[in-house]
């Protein structure tokens, strides 16, 4: 079955702290790995993603890391800010053909709080 | 702007009573789906559509329908709801079928089944 767990459910950082969420997947099929963003009364939205020929990829203060040979990947947020509070989704994809062949499968969210 | 819009954003309803949940895009998109989310579970795709008059079963699609007969609209329909549908819905769109390109989401309905 194809899953993707993530954790920890809930997470509080202080303003200023490296706030850090982990997601496992068992399918080596997947090949696309997005993070999605959401806000309260919001759709989430797409905030990073990367593909498995690399390690890491970084958008400001937001990081990706990707450990293919132990199928885990990471959300790194730097020097957490108040406004960064939201609910983050690990997501992962296969586009390489197959029934399974576009469909995004989720973790089951974090929600981040950031204390000022 | 591009969005997804989804209608109503709040309703209360009793156990029974065939509901639609309309969902458009502006973005003309080729892929929709609709996602309930329920804490500790993520999101979960009921239904999606590659196209006009193309849908499939999502991980959970009991009790519910959805039909595309035109490219920008997708209604999410519940027959007969009852009250574990009681979920906040959320309905996507991207520009082709490839997992690997953005989706964009609506703001959400958050249903309630009495």
């Known amino acids: 079955q194809q899953q993707v767990k993530q954790s920890p459910q809930s997470l509080i950082v202080q303003k200023g702290g490296i706030s850090i969420i982990n997601c496992a997947y068992e399918?080596?099929?997947?090949?696309?790995f997005p993070w999605y963003q959401q806000f309260p009364g919001k759709g989430p939205a797409l905030l990073i993603a990367?593909?498995?020929?690399?390690s890491e990829k970084k958008e400001g203060r937001f990081t990706i890391s990707f450990n293919k040979s132990a199928k885990q990947f990471s959300l790194h947020i730097m020097d957490s800010q108040p406004g960064d509070s939201a609910t983050y989704f690990c997501?992962?994809?296969?586009?390489?053909?197959?029934?399974?062949?576009?469909?995004?499968?989720f973790g089951q969210g974090t929600i981040l709080t950031v204390h000022p | 702007e591009a969005q997804v819009t989804q209608n109503p954003r709040y309703l209360i309803t009793v156990t029974g009573k065939k509901l639609t949940v309309t969902c458009s895009q502006n973005?003309?998109?080729?892929?929709m789906s609709w996602y309930r989310q329920d804490p500790g579970l993520g999101l979960r795709q009921i239904y999606y559509?590659?196209?006009?008059?193309?849908?499939d079963k999502g991980d959970v699609p009991e009790g519910y329908k959805v039909s595309r007969k035109e490219k920008r609209n997708f209604p999410l329909i519940l027959e007969s709801p009852s009250p574990n549908q009681t979920s906040l819905y959320f309905c996507?769109?991207?520009?082709?079928?490839?997992?690997?390109?953005?989706?964009?989401f609506g703001d959400g309905t958050r249903l309630s089944i009495l």
């Open positions: 973005m003309n998109h080729e892929y």
């Open positions: 996507a769109s991207r520009r082709g079928v490839g997992g690997n390109q953005p989706q964009h």
């Open positions: 997501a992962a994809s296969i586009n390489a053909g197959g029934t399974s062949y576009g469909k995004l499968t």
């Open positions: 399918n080596t099929a997947f090949d696309y």
């Open positions: 559509s590659m196209n006009v008059e193309v849908t």
């Open positions: 990367i593909r498995p020929d690399v």
